[in-house]
C-alpha cells in the first residue's frame, strides 16, 4: 500500500469515527438535556418559570446589578430572574450558564438584542438606557443567583 492510499484510508477512519462519536452523544443526551426549556404549559401567563434560591449575601457588584436588572429587566425577565411565562425566559436556567452564554453574550444581547432561538417568547428587543457597565453589574447579579442555584 502506498502512503496516500493509506493516508485516504486514515481520513476516512478518523472522520467516520467523529460522525459516529458525534451521532451516540447526542443520542446519549436524549430528552433530559438541560438546555431543554421547561414545559411551562400548567403556568399561568406571566408566572414565574423557575423557583430561585437567593443567596445569603450578594457582593457589592452584584447589588448594583440587582438595581439595575430591576429597573431594567425584571418587567420581562421576571423578579430574582425567574421568567415570566409567555413573556420571557428565566435566567437563572442551564441555557444560560457561563460556558454557554458568556458574560459578553448578555452585553450584546442588552445592546442588541436577540433573535429567538432557545425558547418560544419572540425575540429580545435591545435593551434602551443602559450602558455596558450596568449590563456587567446585571451579568455580575445574575451570576450569583445562578451559582446560588447550582448553575456554574
Known sequence: MNKTLLAIVAFFLVGGFAVYWNATQRATQGTGHSMIPPDTSTLAEGAPIVEVALPAELSADAQNGKRAFDAKCAECHGANAAGQNGVAPPLVHKTYEPNHHSDMAFVLAAKNG?????????????????????????TRYIRELQKENGIF
Open 114 to 138: 436577540v433573535r429567538a432561538h432557545h425558547w418560544n417568547f419572540g425575540n429580545m428587543p435591545a435593551v434602551e438606557g443602559v450602558t455596558d457597565g450596568d449590563v456587567k453589574m446585571i
